[in-house]
């Protein structure tokens, strides 16, 4: 009976270790998705700011030849 006690303390034990190193594991994935999804961000602001200025720049050269056409 002791040596069964012993053996079922031993699996909870291994278990218990198990889950700590499951738990480490899914917030290390976790937090590196984070960085993942944090950076796509930023790199899809600054490709939408470009675009925007890009956008913008060519507006007020449209603007500026009209303007300059008409008499």
Known sequence: MQLNNQNNSANQ????????QLW???QCVTLS????????LVILRIR???????????????SSRSISRSP
């Open 48 to 62: 939408l700011t470009i675009s925007l200025r890009i956008v913008l720049r060519m507006r007020i050269e449209r």
């Open 24 to 26: 480490c594991s899914i």
């Open 33 to 40: 998705l984070h960085r993942v999804i944090r950076l796509v």
């Open 13 to 20: 034990k291994t278990f218990r270790r198990f889950q700590v």
